[in-house]
C-alpha cells in the first residue's frame, strides 16, 4: 500500500493551478500579514475615534489625575481606581505638555474640567495623547490572544482569535478611550496565558505571570477575585510540570499507512491544518505501553504532598510578586506614600472590613477599596429594554452583552467553549480560558451599578481565545460555517464605524437602536458634544438651540450657545432641543413632557437626538 507521503498514488497528472501553487509557496508570508492587516484595521478604527470624539465622562478624572502624578507626585485624586491604569495615560501626556496650576484644590471632576478647558490647553490634543497609549496597550493585548489561541490550536485558530478581538467593537470602543477597562483586561489574559505556559517552564513563566497580575490589580480593583483562581491554576501548572514525565525523543511508528514520527507531548499542541498541507500540525500521540519506562508512573501519597506543597510555594510566590507590584505603582507615583485619607471616607464593616484590612496593600489602596464599597451601598439609576428602575438586575450584564456583541461572535464564541470541554486535548485548557471571567462575570454580576459592557470587558477578550478552538472540529462544513461567521462579524463591525460605543447587533435593530435598549456608557458617554457642534453649524446655523447633555465636555468651547429647557417654562421652549440619549432614557416628567411635544428630525453618532419644537 502507498504511504501517505512520499508514496502517494496521483489522482491525476494536471499540476495544480497556479494560483494554488502560488498560494503555498507564500504561505509563510500570509500569517504576519493576516495579523498585521487585522491589528492595522483595528488601529485606524481606534485612532479615529479618538480623534473624533470628545472627553466622555471617566476620561477627564483620569487624565487631570495622571497630570497630577508627573507635575505634582501626589495620590489625593481618584483613589478608588489604583495608579497603574492612570500612568499607561500619563505616559502619552507627558508630550502633550499640558498645563495644570499646582494649587489647585477642588474635587476630581473639576480637576478634569480645568485641565482640558480652565488652563488654556487644548482638550483635543490633550485627550489625543492621552489615548494612545491605551490604544498601543490594546494593539499589544491582541497579540497575547493570538499567541495564546496560536498555542492551544496552531495559527488558523490563532487568526480567528485575533479577528473576534480586533474586530470586537466593545473592544474598540473603550480601547480608543483613556479609561482603565480595556489594560485591565489585556493584564488579566496575559498573567492567564502565562500561568498555562508556566505547565512547561514555571520558573520563567510564573513570575512574569504574577508581575502582569499586579498590573492587572493595580490598574482596576475589579480584577481581585481572580486572584484566588490564579493561583489554584499556578498549582495546577507547577503539578503538571513537575508530575508527569518528560517528552519522549522524536521516534517512528509504523502504522497500515505507513511510518510516521510522534512525540509525547506534554501539552495540548495545536490540531489545525495550514493552507496547503495534507496533515494536521500535529498528529496523535503514541501512548507507551504499561510497564515501559516512558510510561508515567503513580506517584506515592507523599509525593502528591510534596507535589501539592511545591505548587502552593510557587502559587505563593507569584501572588508576593503581584503585591510588590502594586506597591511598586504606588511607590511610582509618590516615594515617600505620602496619603490623607478623604473626609468623607465610607466605613466599610463585617467580612468586607476583615478583607480591606488584611489585605498587603499600601494604605492608598486599601481607602480605594472603601471608596469602591461606598458606591456599591449607594442605589443606581439603571435602564434595560426600555425599562427606567432603581437598583440592579442580576442579569443586566448577560441581557447587555446580548445586545451589544455581533451575533457571529456570540456562535463562536459558544461553538469554541463547547470544543474546549468537548475536545480531550483542550481539556487542561479550560480551566485556564473559561473560568476566571466566568467568576468575574458572576462578581460583576451581584454589583449595584448597572451602567454598561464595560465592567464586563474581560468576556470578549477571553473567550476570543476560546473561539478559536471551533478549528478542532474536523467537519469541513464547520469550517466554512466558521469562516462565514468570522466574516459576518467583521461586516457587522465595520458597517458601524466609527461609532464603536454605541454599537447594537442586527438582532436589536442596530447601533441606531441600542439607545431604546441601553443607556450610559453603552450608548451615550458624552462622546459626541463635538459632532453635535459640527452639525448645528452646518445644518441648522443660527436657530435657537435647546440641549441637555450628559457628559463632561463643556458646550460652551465647542460654539455651542444653548439653555437648558428644564429650567425655563414650557412655552418658551422653541426650536432645536438637543438631548443626550441617556437624559432621554432617565427623563423627568418635565423633560418627558417636552420631549412628548417635539418632533425628532435627528440624530448625532447614535448618542443625541435633536428635536425641533414649535
Known amino acids: 500500500m502507498a504511504s501517505r507521503h512520499g508514496d502517494r498514488v496521483p489522482m491525476s497528472s494536471a499540476e495544480p493551478p497556479r494560483s494554488l501553487e502560488l498560494l503555498r509557496r507564500n504561505r509563510r508570508w500570509l500569517f504576519p500579514l493576516a495579523v498585521v492587516a487585522l491589528l492595522a484595521q483595528m488601529a485606524v478604527a481606534m485612532v479615529t475615534a479618538a480623534v473624533e470624539q470628545t472627553p466622555t465622562i471617566d476620561e477627564p478624572v483620569y487624565a487631570g489625575t495622571a497630570v497630577v502624578y508627573v507635575q505634582q507626585h501626589s495620590l489625593r485624586y481618584n483613589p478608588e481606581h489604583p495608579p497603574l491604569g492612570k500612568l499607561i495615560i500619563a505616559s502619552g501626556l507627558v508630550a502633550a505638555h499640558p498645563h495644570l496650576a499646582a494649587d489647585f484644590q477642588g474635587d476630581q471632576t473639576a480637576l478634569g ?26 494593539l499589544l493585548f491582541g497579540l497575547v490572544v493570538l499567541a495564546f489561541a496560536r498555542e492551544l490550536v496552531g495559527p488558523v485558530g490563532g487568526l480567528v482569535a485575533l479577528a473576534l478581538y480586533t474586530f470586537s467593537p466593545d473592544v474598540i470602543a473603550h480601547g480608543s478611550l483613556a479609561t482603565l477597562d480595556v489594560p485591565a483586561s489585556g493584564f488579566l489574559l496575559t498573567s492567564v496565558w502565562l500561568v498555562w505556559r508556566a505547565r512547561r517552564r514555571p520558573l520563567l513563566h510564573l513570575p512574569l505571570a504574577g508581575v502582569a497580575l499586579g498590573a492587572a490589580v493595580a490598574t482596576k480593583m475589579s480584577t481581585l477575585p481572580a486572584v484566588p483562581v490564579l493561583m489554584l ?37 495545536p490540531l489545525t491544518t495550514p493552507i496547503g498541507a495534507a496533515e494536521p500540525l500535529t498528529t496523535p500521540t503514541e501512548v507507551p505501553p504499561p510497564g515501559s519506562p516512558l510510561a508515567a508512573q503513580p506517584l506515592t501519597t507523599s509525593q502528591k504532598a510534596r507535589l501539592l506543597g511545591l505548587g502552593a510555594a510557587a502559587a505563593t510566590g507569584m501572588a508576593l510578586v503581584a503585591v510588590a507590584v502594586v506597591w511598586a505603582t504606588y511607590l511610582a507615583v509618590d516615594p515617600q506614600l505620602r496619603w490623607t485619607a478623604p473626609a468623607n471616607l465610607p466605613a466599610v464593616h463585617g467580612l468586607r472590613g476583615l478583607l480591606v484590612d488584611g489585605l498587603p496593600f499600601p494604605q492608598p489602596y486599601r481607602d480605594g477599596m472603601r471608596v469602591q464599597f461606598g458606591f456599591e451601598n449607594a442605589t443606581w439609576q439603571g435602564f434595560l429594554f426600555g425599562r427606567l428602575y432603581h437598583g440592579a438586575l442580576w442579569y ?16 463562536l464564541w459558544l461553538a469554541g ?21 466566568a467568576l468575574l462575570l458572576a462578581a460583576a454580576m451581584n454589583g449595584s451599578r448597572d451602567l454598561g459592557v464595560r465592567y464586563a470587558l474581560f468576556v470578549p477578550v477571553f473567550l476570543a481565545v476560546a473561539a478559536a478552538c471551533v478549528v478542532t472540529f474536523r467537519r469541513r462544513w464547520a469550517h466554512l460555517a466558521a469562516a462565514a461567521l468570522v466574516l459576518f462579524v467583521a461586516v457587522s463591525s465595520l458597517r458601524t464605524f466609527p461609532y464603536y460605543l454605541p454599537y447594537g447587533n442586527e438582532a436589536f435593530g442596530g447601533p441606531s437602536k441600542t439607545r431604546l435598549r441601553l443607556h450610559d456608557s453603552n450608548v451615550d458617554w458624552g462622546q459626541d458634544l463635538g459632532r453635535l457642534a459640527d452639525r448645528l453649524h452646518r445644518d441648522h446655523p443660527g436657530e435657537k438651540v435647546w440641549l441637555v447633555y450628559k457628559g463632561a465636555g463643556v458646550p460652551s468651547y465647542y460654539g455651542i450657545d444653548a439653555a437648558d429647557p428644564r429650567k425655563a417654562p414650557a412655552s418658551e421652549v422653541h426650536g432645536l432641543l438637543a438631548v443626550s440619549d441617556t437624559s432621554i432614557a432617565k427623563a423627568d416628567d418635565r423633560l418627558a413632557a417636552l420631549l412628548a411635544t417635539s418632533t425628532p428630525i435627528d440624530d448625532v453618532g447614535h448618542s443625541i437626538t435633536i428635536y425641533r419644537r414649535s
Open 417 to 437: 467553549a463547547v470544543a474546549m470541554v468537548a475536545v480531550p486535548r483542550l481539556r487542561p485548557a479550560a480551566p485556564y480560558v473559561l473560568v476566571p471571567p
Open 396 to 411: 443586566y450584564l448577560p441581557a447587555a452583552l446580548a445586545v451589544k456583541t455581533p451575533l457571529g461572535m456570540m456562535a
Open 113 to 138: 474640567r480645568r485641565l482640558l478647558y480652565e488652563s488654556g490647553n487644548d482638550p483635543g490634543r490633550v485627550m489625543l495623547w492621552a489615548r494612545l497609549p491605551v490604544i498601543v496597550c490594546t
Open 233 to 269: 491554576l499556578a498549582v495546577v501548572s507547577v503539578g503538571h510540570a513537575r508530575g508527569l514525565v518528560a517528552p519522549a525523543k522524536a521516534r517512528p511508528l509504523t502504522t497500515p499507512e505507513g511510518t510516521r514520527t510522534l512525540t509525547t507531548p506534554t501539552q495540548a499542541g
